[in-house]
């Protein structure tokens, strides 16, 4: 048996890549859309059983969430009104329904229940900043007024997200992804604003978005070090300024890494 006798002619496939990108993106709108309910269906959960809601209001918050997916849905497959974008991520539609359908007893009770969120948030936020400052072996007395000044930045931060970090949250978070403050912040910098979308102006120029932020993670970074510089030494500033460097924006930072101030983009010529 020769070689080529025993090498079978072999078949090309048809592969069809426009078939199998729509398919890809059929299963990610899928994925987002499946995710954003179960949020939405866990929030109502919590909140029946928090401000013991009748099964009327609970059917009322199941409509109101249903309506925004479909509006969801409407957006994702590009039977959506570009003005109607800030409406649909800067409002919150559980919010907006409760407080038509709450008793006066249940909205001091609803209020009660924010106030405690927040505080858990804000000292969670609090705790993994002071995590960052594992590597500069600080003694019990900088801990500690480490996490005042950390507790008292997170007060100001929690609950204040702007319409653009609450956008991209909602998007990461609908894909599995969760981003800490730090790495929102950065991102914001790098989609267009809603405000943006609303006027039709998506395409945006990629060296100036990367130059803005990488401005902007530069600016975090100053802040946060400038709010240690009471509590660390110098060797510890300078460690502390190097870590932020290298850990600051997650994957984001880590592509503002590449970004030069020649204006170089860290993938392709930007052509």
């Known amino acids: ?17 426009e078939d199998e990108g729509s398919d890809m993106a059929t299963r990610m709108q899928q994925m987002f859309k499946n995710r954003q309910q179960a949020k939405l269906d866990a929030r109502i959960s919590k909140l029946v059983a928090q401000l013991n809601l009748t099964p009327e209001q609970e059917a009322s918050l199941k409509k ?9 849905g409407e957006m994702m497959e590009g039977d959506f009104d570009p003005s109607d974008m800030g409406e649909l991520f800067n409002t919150d539609v559980i919010d907006e329904a409760l407080a038509e359908i709450l008793t ?27 995590a960052k400052l594992s590597n500069l072996d600080l003694s019990q007395e900088q ?12 007060e100001t931060s ?25 790495t929102l912040g950065i991102a914001t910098a790098m989609i267009p604003s ?20 990488q401005a902007k993670m530069d600016a975090r970074i100053d802040a946060k070090v400038e709010a ?20 600051s924006g997650g994957v984001f930072g880590g592509l503002l890494n590449g970004f030069t101030t020649e204006g170089e983009i860290p993938f392709g010529n930007g052509e």
């Open 64 to 72: 109101a969430a249903a309506d925004r997916m479909n509006r969801f």
């Open 194 to 213: 809603t405000d943006d979308i609303e006027s039709g102006e998506i395409e945006q120029d990629p060296r100036a978005m990367m130059a803005q932020a």
């Open 1 to 17: 048996v020769t070689p080529k006798e025993a090498t079978p002619p072999i078949d090309v496939i048809p592969f069809d890549f």
């Open 143 to 154: 801990k500690d007024a480490a996490y005042d000044i950390l507790y008292k930045n997170a």
């Open 228 to 247: 240690m510089r009471p509590v660390l030494n110098d060797n510890q500033i300078d460690q502390y300024r190097k870590d932020l460097k290298l850990k």
């Open 104 to 130: 006066p007893e249940q909205q001091e009770e609803l209020e009660a229940v924010k106030k405690r969120e927040i505080a858990n948030k804000v000292e969670a936020q609090a705790l993994k900043d002071l």
């Open 158 to 182: 929690v609950g204040n997200e702007t319409p653009a970090t609450g956008l991209v949250s909602m998007i990461t978070e609908g894909f599995g992804i969760e981003l800490d403050s730090d």
